[in-house]
């Protein structure tokens, strides 16, 4: 039986998460002590802007997609098991995008190995964190998915919402005229990812909405300036018809195979050319989250 209690979302994305070894993938952690969020919008001295984190929390991201022009028959799920058939038929099917976060160090295990492969370009040598350098050069913008680039401070998770609904078929299923649908039509019409970059960066509706949503989770949330050893990722399926990994970084656009007729983003193939590559580059980490995106909204 699962745990329903008032701390089934508990989680920090910090030092401090704790394994869950009962339900590896889900939300859930102990509780964190802590206050609620301080400052949802930060400036560094050099002038960077960060946010606070977000929780991998299918309540707070559905409200936050909601709020931002999703369609509201849409909704995210937590992922429980991989392995556990009867978990896994707890997400409504078809997955349509997964959000998925990652330790730092099986994430960077897996770039390693595409890096040898030859599938992923290695970031400039002492390339400063959250800076352009490189990216126009080495990606173009006419590609099968549409990537922006992360330049706003520990805004992974907004970064990875915003590339879970505005690939694929759920281009689609936006409110039109919402701040999702505006969204997609200018960055459609920009040639250079950093300029898809600049458009997250200057949105007064993306701050407010990240801000709001900050404050309605579970866990006592770091402030914006904490350091966080996590990777958000969407996983989608692009216009081409194959499997992508994005995420803000520099090389943070993966191309990993064709996703078969009838196959989701939850099918047995298709992780283990995505998501299970992650976790089993984790070496038996259970500090690993997923949420799903498919239908169950209002």
């Avoid at 008032?6 to 920090?12: A, G, K, P, Q």
């Avoid at 030092?15 to 301080?38: A, C, E, F, L, M």
Wanted: hydrophobic share 40%; proline share 8%; net charge negative.
């Amino acid at each position: 039986m699962i745990d329903q209690s008032e701390n089934w979302h508990n989680i920090l994305f910090g030092p401090s998460i704790v394994n869950n070894s009962d339900y590896p993938y889900s939300t859930y952690n102990p509780p964190v002590s802590g206050t609620r969020v301080k400052m949802a919008v930060y400036h560094s001295a050099e002038g960077r802007k960060f946010f606070v984190p977000l929780e991998n929390n299918p309540q707070v991201f559905t409200n936050l997609a909601h709020d931002l022009g999703m369609d509201p028959k849409l909704a995210f799920h937590d992922v429980y098991s991989l392995d556990e058939p009867e978990l896994l038929a707890m997400v409504p099917r078809p997955a349509h995008a997964l959000i998925f976060i990652t330790p730092s160090n099986a994430y960077h295990a897996v770039e390693a190995e595409d890096v040898a492969a030859g599938k992923r370009t290695p970031a400039p040598p002492n390339r400063k964190t959250y800076s352009m350098e490189g990216f126009d050069d080495l990606y173009p913008t006419d590609q099968p998915v549409l990537w922006f680039p992360q330049t706003i401070g520990n805004a992974c998770g907004m970064v990875a919402l915003v590339h879970a609904l505005l690939n694929g078929s759920l281009r689609q299923r936006l409110v039109p005229s919402s701040p999702l649908a505006g969204l997609l039509d200018e960055a459609l019409k920009l040639p250079l990812s950093t300029q898809h970059a600049d458009l997250l960066y200057n949105s007064v509706v993306i701050e407010e909405a990240h801000s709001k949503a900050a404050a309605r989770g579970d866990t006592a949330a770091p402030d914006a300036q904490d350091p966080i050893g996590y990777h958000f990722m969407a996983f989608v399926k692009g216009m081409d018809g194959n499997l992508w990994g994005l995420d803000g970084s520099f090389g943070g656009m993966m191309c990993y195979g064709p996703v078969g007729e009838g196959e989701d983003m939850l099918s047995s193939k298709v992780l283990d050319i995505g998501v299970r590559r992650f976790i089993n580059a984790g070496e038996g980490s259970a500090e690993f989250s997923i949420i799903a995106l498919s239908e169950g909204g209002e």
